[in-house]
């Protein structure tokens, strides 16, 4: 059974820093890229930042980049989102989706919830 679960998610004043993880089970968690995406309210759900498979590569949404940092261990099946310098805009359900694009395939976390809030 594919499981993917967030966690970390909370309430943080802004400029105030979070770290959020997903950890996977029920599949092959290292050949999988790994992504966060986060929905507002009212908002389409949009892309945060990927890592891929072997952690070589990363990439950002502009609206995070130099703030968040996206990293995995394989070892423990798990992709961590850091989230520095919060902002009000920053709140939202984080997501983390899991994709191996070879064979079409990617699974999605339930969602945690971040507020940043004064």
């Known amino acids: 059974q594919v499981q993917l679960v967030e966690s970390g998610g909370g309430l943080v004043q802004p400029g105030g820093s979070l770290r959020l993880s997903c950890t996977a089970s029920g599949f092959t968690f290292s050949s999988y890229s790994m992504n966060w995406y986060r929905q507002a309210p009212g908002k389409e759900r949009e892309f945060v930042a990927g890592i891929s498979s072997t952690a070589g590569i990363t990439n950002y949404a502009d609206s995070v980049k130099g703030r968040f940092t996206i990293s995995r261990d394989n070892a423990k099946n798990t992709v961590y989102l850091q989230m520095k310098s919060l902002k009000f805009e920053d709140t939202a359900v984080y997501y983390c989706?899991?994709?191996?694009?070879?064979?079409?395939?990617?699974?999605w976390g339930q969602g945690t919830q971040v507020t940043v809030s004064s």
């Open positions: 989706k899991a994709r191996w694009g070879l064979i079409n395939k990617e699974y």
